[in-house]
């Protein structure tokens, strides 16, 4: 089992064709969602947003190659659709059925090819790995690779299947999720411990700082092995969803290297997760990245930019890899020698490259996660639509 279909309750069935695919997913139980942030949004996440407070669901449909944004009231009806279609594959009613779109903003969506394509794949919901791989495959866009993870708990499993690559930014960027759990939970526990998931993980994803108007992560508990340890679960579903936001940083589009940045001796969890985002986000760093460069002083320009007041001289800055660490300045001293940066232009020929960052102010940590930015990431977007 990969991820998802190693959860009991849960099958899945997808299809891609060009650029267009549907994956449905089915799996009966409590439900929670959390949505993007930005102020114009697709017609299915305003759709999802009036539904989601009954959280409870019977499955999801999720199309790609369109967005279903800025399309009016034929989007509304498009993503009503949807629903229908999808409450008919599960034998439910639409009221039930999660619905998610990513692709181009501000085309009409073909709902001719979405039902074709719906029943062609309902007969084929099933439990096993290559289900959630078809599904997996079926919701990317300009995703390299699929993305799955797996948490086995104490007595339950958490397990989720994400794509993103690019317009990935915090307050989510393009990217969905889709997450279960056999645990029994309320809708108000699982909203509660998404949304603190969600802030750990996918609002601290930096790709392009651009955010997104389709994103989406949901979770659905099917409540086949009885109510969890809530620490337990929470901490299984914040590490599946950290491992999927790392996926979609190191997927990012024309990306070679993963950026982490890890920030502590900060006064409040909040203001480091700020500036560790602001230095995951620095065009500057991140080209840095690419050209496996050791200008750390962009590391700094970054932090203080974050709008989070701290003693610049109390700050240490540093590289790591692995049991390597290469200390750029501490505590306002520099030490940045020729070794040293010829030691740290060494470790970021890694497909990893770490950033570690103490404020000196407190005893609060947060991570954030990026990628390098490449002529290719220019190329792709450039012709995006051509």
């Given at each position: 089992m990969k991820s998802i279909c190693a959860v009991e309750g849960v099958r899945a069935a997808g299809v891609k064709e060009g650029k267009f695919g549907l994956a449905l997913i089915e799996a009966q139980g409590t439900a929670a969602a959390v949505f993007t942030r930005n102020q114009v949004v697709a017609e299915p996440v305003k759709l999802m947003r009036e539904l989601m407070p009954a959280g409870f669901l019977d499955g999801i449909i999720v199309n790609s190659g369109n967005a279903n944004v800025y399309t009016g009231?034929?989007?509304?009806?498009?993503?009503?659709?949807?629903?229908?279609?999808?409450a008919a594959a599960f034998g439910t009613t639409p009221d039930r059925v999660g619905v998610a779109s990513t692709g181009v903003i501000g085309r009409f969506p073909d709902v001719s090819l979405i039902e074709r394509q719906c029943t062609a794949i309902a007969p084929q919901l099933r439990c096993d790995a290559s289900a959630e791989d078809d599904a997996a495959a079926a919701i990317m866009t300009t995703d390299l690779s699929p993305k799955h993870a797996l948490v086995r708990g104490d007595g339950f499993a958490v397990a989720g299947i994400a794509k993103g690559s690019g317009m990935i930014a915090p307050n989510m960027g393009t990217m969905l999720a889709f997450l279960y759990t056999d645990a029994a939970l309320s809708a108000a526990d699982l909203q509660a411990a998404l949304t603190v998931a969600v802030d750990r993980s996918f609002n601290r994803v930096v790709v392009d700082g651009d955010t997104s108007t389709n994103d989406c992560v949901f979770v659905t508990a099917t409540g086949r092995k009885g109510r969890p340890d809530p620490e337990a679960f929470q901490a299984a579903l914040e590490e599946v969803c950290v491992s999927l936001a790392r996926q979609i940083a190191a997927d990012g589009e024309g990306a070679t290297k993963l950026l982490v940045v890890r920030v502590s001796g900060a006064r409040t969890e909040e203001e480091a997760a700020l500036v560790a985002r602001t230095v995951a986000g620095s065009s500057l760093v991140k080209t840095a990245v690419y050209g496996r460069d050791p200008n750390w002083g962009r590391i700094v320009a970054a932090a203080g930019r974050a709008g989070v007041s701290f003693d610049p001289g109390t700050m240490t800055v540093s590289l790591r890899s692995g049991d390597r660490e290469v200390v750029f300045a501490r505590?306002?001293?520099?030490?940045?020698?020729?070794?040293?940066?010829?030691?740290?232009?060494?470790?970021?020929?890694?497909?990893?490259?770490?950033?570690?960052?103490?404020?000196?102010?407190?005893?609060?940590?947060?991570?954030?996660?990026?990628?390098?930015?490449?002529e290719t990431y220019v190329e792709i977007n450039g012709k995006y639509t051509t």
């Open positions: 009231d034929a989007g509304v009806a498009a993503a009503l659709r949807m629903g229908e279609i999808a505590r306002g001293a520099v030490l940045a020698d020729a070794a040293a940066l010829a030691e740290a232009q060494e470790l970021m020929a890694g497909d990893t490259v770490t950033f570690a960052i103490d404020l000196g102010e407190g005893g609060a940590t947060a991570t954030a996660w990026g990628c390098d930015l490449t």
